[in-house]
């Protein structure tokens, strides 16, 4: 069975017993509320988006859910190209809040497997907690599997979390119930027969028999402490059903292969992989297969990482997918053979293959490819920079006298120019030097602990906050009426003053108030939450609302009362701040155009990664590798005001079916969760998003878009400022008045171009006047005499406030002058230092090398540089310890003698 097949019948199977199909969430996590989601760091289960189902933060559309859900997970990263890792993987999830239990979702587990499926169930075996009698009787007495076949584990390996009951932490929690199959080969298989039932289906041996496809997770307890700290579990009032099941397993075990790798997910992959290198996958433990197995495994975490906004950068997701990149290079380049980018060129076999289900790949073809090749093209240029460190190191004073390269060192080669540290021990070894890799560990371990202490990750499952804001609001969702309205009477549902709910407050407190309904849009999409006031003129308050933000499908006003009392259940005038919406409005539909604008003129790779839309501003950034020339952002601004000269209308969609407005072409944000119903915004023949802000209903009113900065975000992600309306109006006055104080200040009241242009050519002469007057300064100085060392001609002086080029051209003549010999000048300007060195041809051949002396020298001045074997340049930080750096030069010299000798 196929595995599109096996993913197309779970669903089915699901939804024929009354669940409701719903989209998967992005790699990036995120719950069904749209929080971004901190105890993990990619989404790695089905379950993760529905944690406020499962707290009763949020109530599910429906009791019963299924999905397929991509997941990456890296913790063995290191071992993919064997046959049974992989980083990124689909699993199918099944889930129940308070609906069915254990009675029902069981022997569906066994039906699906065995009768849709088809595996045999003479080769499955269970396990569940030791103590759950409840599910031991199912399996045994319903499903009719002997007692040797189902294992009874403790809470480390059948308890969710695991060991949860001991450790912790608090929370939601449950006993857990695995699938196991048997994948012996048919010679074991015979020889079972000899075997006790214990014996032929103990899962708890080390010979790799059996494999995990599928796991149901029972969540029935609640999880505390009581005084004493002993750990209590008490039984949840909704019992829940969470299960996970791998689509890649069951892949290759319905399909009869040996492992997912030759299975119809990987096939097409590897004999792209094959073509592009001129080599064959064979399916065996080979060096070569593995680099088979790393590259195209790789190729699809990183296809999905990217379709899902996550970019190679140097922390969080970020790091994590530039290493899977990268180690997909280094596999591709020293085994397969490649000396080109190739990521990029097998990246659209996996995009062909699931894009039918996952309908994003091929939406962000353009995106995929671009980030992939440019994060390649990338590494090849630091590996080869890198190199030129690693020689640096192996010539280094401190490794010719230790004969080995420091840990440190090490560590800087493989986390600045991601440079393996098995690429670096190789290096060394072919010259007899050895890597301290004790130390390389050790700032290893030391940066991932640094990185989990900046990552933000919660350690509890369910956090408290989650917890607290089901809590706190308990309330339904709030009406919302801003679209059509920007003023309407309302009712006061709750008010919150400390997180802490109260029945009223008074004049000069600040609270948060739900209402009935509101006019108030709460920030969301990059959309700046409304502002505005509250008020009852019959009851004499006044509140002003000085943020609107939403939580749990609850609007939350943050209020300043001003006047009179606010009470639960009053009766209140909402009135939004309308010149401050609009104005906000203005910069949401230049966004929407901008995109737009940005697409047709960078190319379809654009995607937005994220943006602010206040009422003074907008912020927008965007998928680009390269910052945009002077005629781009030109181009760019000039489309988007051309729209607005046309006047066209914004026409707003409500209520389309997700799956419409896709076919339609809308765009949609990377990470963000949409429900099976949305909201579209068209420019026509321009733009068409999915959106949920408040809009111009023309792009005229818009007034003047006017880009005012453009720079980078991060890796492959640009920022573009702009401002609308009356704020674009002020920038162009501040513009001119710039202008205007330009030409004062040149004397030029028409023509400020030649002005300037005559003012600058005045300053070059001066510029190189200077500079012919600090060389011939230089020249003049007077040098000291040469003195022996090593049986060398050297030269080392300090120049006063001589400048790099005229340091380098007296080291030139003073070389010359000594036929023979070593030259090192240094010169003190403004406080730092610069060096430059010249080496005569005959001592080269001899082991001499300036970039070597140089760069050794300037460190002890606290600064580096190097340079070729004949010349070289430095500069250093602390010129108290020029002296010392020029003193150390005779000593470099002997070392290097010594080397070559």
Known sequence: ????????????????????????????????LGVPDRSVLFTGSGMEQFKPYFTGAA??????????????????????????????????GNFSFGDYFKAEVIPWTWEFLTKVVGLEPDRLCVTVYADDEEAYKIWNEVIGLPPDRIHRQGENKNFWPASVISQGPDGPCGPCSEIFYRIAPPEEMTADAALTPAERYAIDDEAGRWV???????????????????????????????????????AFLSQGKRSVFETDLFGPILDRIADLCRKTYTGTASAQDF?????????????????????????????????????????????????????????????????????????????????????????LRTLDRGMRILEGFLQSEATVKTGRISGKDAFDLYSTYGFPIGLTEDLARDKGIAVDKEEFERELALQRLQSQQGSNIERDVFSSSARKTAAGTNLPPTDFRGYDHTTLETRVLALYKNGEPVEKATAGEQVTVALQQTPFYAESGGQVGDTGRLYSQAEGVSAQVTDTRRTAGVILHSVQITEGVLRTDQLLQAEVDAARRLAVMRNHTATHLLQAALRSVLGQHVHQKGSLVAPDRLRFDFTHNHPLSAAERYEVEEMVNRQLLQDEAVLIYHDVPLEEARKKGAMALFGEKYGDRVRMVEIPGFSLELCGGTHLQRTAQIGLFKIVSESGSSSGVRRIEAVTGEAALRHVRREEETLEQASALLRSSSDLLTALQRTLARQRELEQEVRRLQAGSAA?????????????????????????????????????????????????KEGKISFAARVTPDLIEKGLHAGNLLREAARIAGGGGGGRADFATAGGKNPERLADALKAIDQLIEQQLKTKE
Not at 315 to 331: C, N
Not at 814 to 824: D, E, I
Request: hydrophobic letters at 40%.
């Open 291 to 379: 680099a088979f197995r790393v590259v195209a495994e790789h190729v699809r975490s990183m296809v999905f990482c990217i379709a899902d906004g996550i970019l190679p950068s140097n922390e969080g997701r970020g790091y994590v997918l530039r290493y899977i990149m990268r180690r997909a290079i280094r596999f591709g380049r020293s085994v397969l053979g490649f000396d080109e980018p190739f990521l990029h060129r097998i990246a659209p076999g996996v995009i062909e293959q699931m894009g039918d289900f996952y309908t994003e790949l091929p939406e962000r073809e353009a995106l995929i490819l671009a980030a992939i090749h440019a994060e390649e093209e990338q590494f």
């Open 780 to 828: 003049q100085s007077e040098l000291p005499e040469p003195h022996t060392a090593a049986g060398i001609a050297v030269l080392t002086a300090e120049l006063p406030e001589a400048g790099a080029e005229a340091l380098a051209n007296r080291a030139d003549a003073a070389a010359q002058k000594l036929k023979s010999g070593v030259v090192a000048l240094a010169s003190v």
């Open 1 to 32: 069975m196929l595995a599109s097949e096996i993913r197309r019948k779970y669903l089915q199977f699901f939804q024929e017993r009354g669940h409701m199909r719903l989209p998967g969430a992005p790699l990036s996590p995120v719950d069904v």
């Open 212 to 250: 995990e496809i599928w796991n149901n997770v029972f969540t029935q307890f609640n999880r505390s402490t009581d005084a004493e700290g002993n750990p209590l579990l008490t039984p949840l009032p909704r019992r829940n059903n969470d299960t996970g099941a791998g689509l890649d397993r069951i």
């Open 59 to 92: 109530v599910p559309p429906c009791p019963r859910i299924t999905t397929v859900q991509k997941c990456v997970r890296t913790v063995d990263i290191d071992s993919v190209g064997d046959f049974s890792h992989c980083t990124f993987f689909e699993m199918l």
